[in-house]
């Protein structure tokens, strides 16, 4: 399979996954820190999972609504 194909993926890296969500890299190591996201760990890579990302995002608070810590 060639780069230019664009095949279904399960996972992206932290920077695929900001670009995705509309947040910066700060954010996500927030996300991340505070246990509200769970990233994986391949080699050097951060990899967020597709399931994650639904999890992730399904969980935050709408807006609105306040987000106490």
């Known amino acids: 399979m060639s780069k230019s194909e664009n095949p279904k993926r399960n ?3 932290l920077e695929e996954f900001c670009f995705r969500n509309g947040i910066g890299r700060t ?3 927030k996300e991340i820190k505070e246990g ?3 990233p994986k760990k391949v080699g050097r890579r951060t ?3 597709l ?3 639904t999890r992730w995002f399904g969980s935050s608070p709408a807006f609105g609504e306040c987000h106490h810590d």
Do not use: K, Q, V
């Open 11 to 13: 996972c992206f890296s």
């Open 51 to 53: 399931e994650e990302e």
């Open 36 to 38: 509200r996201l769970h």
């Open 27 to 29: 954010t996500a190591y």
């Open 47 to 49: 990899l967020i999972s």
